[in-house]
C-alpha cells in the first residue's frame, strides 16, 4: 500500500475506485466497503484508493469536543496496510476544506484530484459544508463527470449494526467482547511505561504502569481484563487493571498490566496492549490478602481464556 500524505503530489491514478471516509476503527462495515472497493478495481484493471482525513473532522467542526478515537492515525495506516487496498491518501482536514459546498467537493476535490472510475461508498456517507452532500448528489453528478457510483448497504453482525458509534459505546462500558465482535480483530492501544508505587511486586503481580501514548485515544471502562501484550521480543499473556483501586484508599487513576512469566525492565519503554476480553468489575477488598487472593484468581481466568 502506497501512503500519500496530502494532496500536492499525487501520482496519476488509473482507472481509480476510491471510497472517503474517516474509518476510525476499520472495523468488518469498512473492510465490506474495502473489499468492495478492490474488487471493482481488479473488475476494470485499475487501482483501489482509500480516502482519509487528519486529524478527524470533529475536531475542527466541533473543536473543544474531547475525541474519543478508536484508532490513532498510525494504528490506522497499519490496520488499512493489511487490507489488499493500493494507495491511501490522507488529507488535511481543516476548517476550510470543512465549508467547502457538496457540488465543490465533488468537482473540486475528488473529480479533480483523482478523476475516478468508480466510487464506492457506504449506505450513510455525507460530505461538504454542513454534511450537505449525500449518495444522492453523488449520483446526479455522476452523469456529468462520468464516473461510476456503488452503494455498500448497512452490514450487520449478528443482527448488531456495526458502526464506530457502537464500538466506541462498547469500549466505554468495557463490553470488550462485543466491541471485538464489530471490529473483527482485538481492540488495541499503546502505553508507555512509566514509574509506579510497585505495590503489584510486593502483591507477588509486578505491574508495568501505563501512560496513553495519544490522549485522544479512547479509554477503556474500568475493571479487569485478559490481555496480550506485544513487546519487541514477542507477545506475552497478562491481565490489565484500570481503575482507581478502591481497595486502596484515596489511589488515583492507574492503568496497570501484569504480564505472565516475564521479569524485564519496561521503563521509557512503548508497549502495545490488545484486549481480548472483559473480566470484572474493580471491587474494594477488606485486605491486601483478599486482593492477592483476588489476583490469583484473575490469572486463572486470564490463562484460561487466552
Same mark, same amino acid.
Given at each position: 500500500m502506497q501512503v500519500h500524505q496530502g494532496i500536492e503530489k499525487l501520482p496519476q491514478f488509473s482507472n481509480s475506485v476510491i471510497t472517503i471516509g474517516t474509518f476510525d476503527g476499520v472495523h468488518k462495515g469498512h473492510k465490506k466497503i474495502i473489499q468492495s472497493l478492490i474488487s471493482e478495481a481488479e473488475k476494470i484493471k485499475g487501482e483501489s484508493v482509500i480516502i482519509t482525513f487528519h486529524p478527524h473532522p470533529r475536531k475542527i467542526v466541533h473543536p473543544g469536543q474531547p475525541l474519543q478515537l478508536i484508532?490513532? &492515525?498510525?494504528?490506522?495506516?497499519?490496520?488499512?496496510?493489511? /487490507?489488499?487496498?493500493?494507495?491511501?491518501?490522507?488529507?488535511?482536514f481543516n476548517k476550510d476544506f470543512s465549508e467547502q459546498t457538496a457540488d465543490n467537493y465533488i468537482?473540486?476535490? &475528488?473529480?479533480?484530484?483523482?478523476?475516478?472510475?468508480?466510487? /464506492?461508498?457506504?449506505?450513510?456517507h455525507h460530505f461538504g459544508n454542513n454534511r450537505e452532500g449525500n449518495i444522492e448528489l453523488l449520483m446526479k453528478k455522476s452523469h456529468d463527470f462520468g464516473y461510476r457510483l456503488l452503494e455498500i448497504p448497512k452490514l450487520t453482525v449478528d443482527e448488531i449494526g456495526v458502526s464506530s458509534t457502537k464500538i466506541r459505546k462498547a469500549i466505554l462500558n468495557s463490553e470488550i467482547d462485543a466491541a471485538n465482535l464489530l471490529l473483527g480483530y482485538d481492540f488495541f492501544f499503546e502505553g508507555l511505561v512509566i514509574p509506579g508505587d510497585k505495590l503489584g511486586r510486593t502483591l507477588g503481580y509486578p505491574t508495568a504502569n501505563l501512560s496513553y501514548t495519544d490522549p485522544e485515544k479512547i479509554k477503556l471502562g474500568y475493571g479487569v481484563y485478559a490481555v496480550y501484550v506485544h513487546l519487541n521480543n514477542g507477545i506475552k499473556k497478562g491481565m490489565l487493571s484500570i481503575g482507581n483501586r478502591p481497595t486502596l484508599t484515596g489511589s488515583d487513576e492507574k492503568v496497570e498490566v501484569n504480564i505472565f512469566d516475564f521479569d524485564e525492565d519496561l521503563y521509557g519503554k512503548k508497549i502495545t496492549v490488545a484486549v481480548k476480553t472483559f473480566l470484572r468489575r474493580q471491587e474494594k477488598y477488606n485486605s491486601?490478602?483478599?486482593?492477592?487472593?483476588?489476583?490469583?484468581?484473575?490469572?486463572?481466568?486470564?490463562?484460561?481464556?487466552?
Open positions: 484508532n490513532t &492515525l498510525k494504528e490506522k495506516i497499519k490496520l488499512l496496510s493489511e /487490507t489488499g487496498v493500493d494507495h491511501l491518501v490522507i488529507v488535511p468537482e473540486d476535490f &475528488l473529480v479533480k484530484n483523482f478523476e475516478p472510475h468508480t466510487i /464506492t461508498i457506504g449506505y450513510d491486601l490478602d483478599e486482593l492477592k487472593e483476588q489476583l490469583k484468581r484473575d490469572k486463572e481466568n486470564s490463562l484460561s481464556i487466552l
